[in-house]
């Protein structure tokens, strides 16, 4: 018997299941989209000049609002932390790789680490990194920090944008899982990469 409400919406959800072909389509659906990536990436560039994107407001705004938004969506529907980490993905391939430098695993993480502490997303801590496998952490993480145990790891977007930045300069797979997270009762955010 279907289920109904909440249950049965979750349901539904949980049969998504992003493979190959799912990705190849998201990434078809951005590339359709030239003039979106464009102004992205001139965003990008305008907060790295220094420039406002608006008129009249700053880049930098309080964060409540949207890790509020990210928080309840995953609390509501974890079977979405899937789909944010794939989302995630695309925004590593498209908007942060571009910007790294090197060529192994180490070398790569290695160029990215600046970023989350000049945006203010996290102090990032490389733990180890080898060629194929590495572990890093998210020291004070703008998405969890602060948050009480709600037995989920919600840091899918960070989990996911490391995957597609690293795999997307490597030209291999790389997998980003989350294995500790504040919102799942640990002092700071821990991430295993496995070049697959
Ligand atoms: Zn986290």
């Not at 349901?11 to 190849?24: A, F, N, S, T």
């Amino acid at each position: 018997m279907e289920k109904k409400g909440l249950d049965g919406a979750r349901e539904k959800l949980k049969d998504i299941r992003i493979e190959g072909p799912v990705y190849e389509g998201m990434r078809q659906i951005v590339n359709d989209h030239p003039e979106l990536v464009r102004r992205i990436l001139d965003h990008y560039a305008m907060l790295e000049r220094g420039e406002w994107i608006r008129p009249n407001l700053p880049n930098e705004m309080q964060i409540l609002y949207m890790r509020d938004r990210q928080t309840l969506s995953f609390l509501l529907f974890p079977e979405m932390l899937e789909i944010g980490y794939q989302v995630g993905r695309l925004i590593g391939e498209k908007f942060i790789a571009p910007f790294l430098t090197g060529r192994t695993l180490p070398e790569i993480m290695q160029s990215n680490l600046h970023f989350a502490l000049d945006h203010n997303y996290a102090r990032q801590e490389i733990v180890t990194a080898a060629e194929d496998y590495a572990v890093y952490r998210n020291y004070e993480c703008a998405d969890c920090y602060g948050l009480p145990n709600i037995g989920l790891n919600i840091c899918c977007y960070e989990a996911g944008t490391a995957a597609g930045s690293f795999e997307t300069p490597l030209g291999r797979p790389v997998q980003v899982r989350e294995t500790k997270c504040c919102a799942n009762g640990s002092d700071f955010c821990e991430f295993e990469v496995t070049v697959l």
